[in-house]
């Protein structure tokens, strides 16, 4: 079933650990109504993804300025009126309420939770990406679950990628009309 487009937030955050799927479900969120979709991992500088293709881990001060960037392209969508879906690790609640602060109005977080052991087995099966598996560990000990959070909705990723992008559209379509995705 379609989103009602008045329905849905601004914009949508994919957020959760390397391997959850964010690309994959943010991308099927965004098709399924009509947003466009963009890549979270394409906005770090050069040098984060050189560090994390070393396997080492990204710092708060290496990740200020990424965050800052999808924060722009949120904020520049919203001015201008338009959807979108973007994937982002969003690992802290500082940086998710960075996120919030640069979007000033509707933003949603669709949080993709899983067990080590499923996110380690769907990054050693993905092919030509820049993060290692050894960077799962410390990506789990800095993830702070948006647990009590508004604005919200969790996904487990232990199913088909057309459930979770199915139930990930229920969630925001429910909240939004709650009217739990607005900042403030």
């Not at 070393?54 to 965050?67: M, N, S, V």
Request: glycine content about 10%.
């Amino acid at each position: 079933m379609e989103l009602e487009k008045e329905a849905l937030p601004l914009a949508v955050v994919v957020m959760g650990v390397s391997g959850c799927g964010k690309s994959s479900v943010g991308a099927g969120i965004a098709a399924r109504n009509g947003m466009p979709f963009l890549e979270g991992d394409q906005l770090h500088p050069a040098c984060n993804v050189e560090k994390m293709a070393k396997g080492i881990p990204l710092t708060d001060a290496d990740r200020l300025p990424w965050l800052d960037r999808i924060g722009e392209e949120i904020k520049t969508a919203q001015q201008a009126s338009q959807g979108l879906v973007i994937s982002c690790s969003a690992l802290k609640k500082t940086y998710r309420d960075r996120l919030r602060q640069a979007a000033g109005g509707r933003l949603a977080f669709v949080f993709l939770e899983g067990t080590r052991d499923l996110l380690l087995s769907r990054m050693q099966a993905r092919q030509g990406h820049f993060m290692p598996t050894s960077l799962l560990d410390s990506q789990l000990q800095t993830l702070e679950p948006p647990t009590g959070e508004a604005g919200v909705v969790t996904v487990a990723i232990d199913m088909a990628l057309d459930d979770m992008v199915a139930l990930a559209c229920e969630g925001l379509r429910s909240a939004a009309v709650k009217g739990g995705f607005h900042a403030g």
